[in-house]
T-cell receptor, first 115, second 115 residues
Framework: AQSVTQPDIHITVSEGASLELRCNYS??????LFWYVQSPGQGLQLLLK??????LVQGIKGFEAEFKRSQSSFNLRKPSVHWSDAAEYFC?????????????FGQGTTLQVKP | DADVTQTPRNRITKTGKRIMLECSQT?????MYWYRQDPGLGLRLIYY???????NKGEISDGYSVSRQAQAKFSLSLESAIPNQTALYFC??????????????FGSGTRLTVV
């Protein structure tokens, strides 16, 4: 069965520092992978997605993620964090055939940004 | 107006009461989903619907029911609410054109507390 693990429940970084949020997935075939961000009191917003092709994908707000099949990972990165990036981040994998549109989410990582 | 609207935003109800959470969308998407978010567990799929006549159970459907009144409306009901159904509930939509994972849009969520 497909699953997603985000090993870090909570991360604190200083503003301007680099960021990497980890995501590991379990899936037999080539996965559809996503990163979403949830600001307080808001719904989830798509940051970026990987379906195929170039393993380094660029997203909104200066985020990028790299798909590494050998490590079953899809880590999210940002070179310089801004205070407005404080939020909860979710990694997700498409479940079953792409026709269903079902997503399986990780547990989430809460990002705190220190001034 | 938001593309995906959930009502109410917040609700406190008593154990044993019936409650309905409503979701409406203006995206024109045919697929709609109900997810539940709990701290440390991420989002879990309750029910999903491909169209008015096609409704499917997700991974945690026990204790819940749904109704797809129209393409744009998808309601989630708790027939007899219990305290462990206290959670943040999200409605989401997606487009069936091409891959079902394109165009996933979330509502802002309904925070439900069962006392």
């Amino acid at each position: 069965a497909q699953s997603v693990t985000q090993p870090d429940i909570h991360i604190t970084v200083s503003e301007g520092a680099s960021l990497e949020l980890r995501c590991n997935y379990s899936y037999g075939a080539t996965p559809y992978l996503f990163w979403y961000v949830q600001s307080p009191g808001q719904g989830l917003q798509l940051l970026l997605k990987y379906f195929s092709g170039d393993t380094l994908v660029q997203g909104i707000k200066g985020f990028e993620a790299e798909f590494k099949r050998s490590q079953s990972s899809f880590n999210l990165r940002k070179p310089s964090v801004h205070w407005s990036d404080a939020a909860e981040y979710f990694c997700a994998v498409g479940a079953g055939s792409s026709n269903t549109g079902k997503l399986i989410f990780g547990q989430g990582t809460t990002l705190q940004v220190k001034p | 107006d938001a593309d995906v609207t959930q009502t109410p935003r917040n609700r406190i109800t008593k154990t044993g009461k019936r409650i309905m959470l409503e979701c409406s969308q203006t995206k024109g998407h045919d697929r709609m989903y109900w997810y539940r978010q709990d701290p440390g567990l991420g989002l879990r799929l309750i029910y999903y619907s491909f169209d008015v006549k096609d409704i499917n159970k997700g991974e945690i459907s026990d204790g819940y029911s749904v109704s797809r009144q129209a393409q744009a409306k998808f309601s989630l009901s708790l027939e007899s609410a219990i305290p462990n159904q206290t959670a943040l509930y999200f409605c989401a939509t997606s487009d069936s054109q091409g891959s079902g994972y394109y165009g996933y849009t979330f509502g802002s969520g309904t925070r439900l507390t069962v006392v």
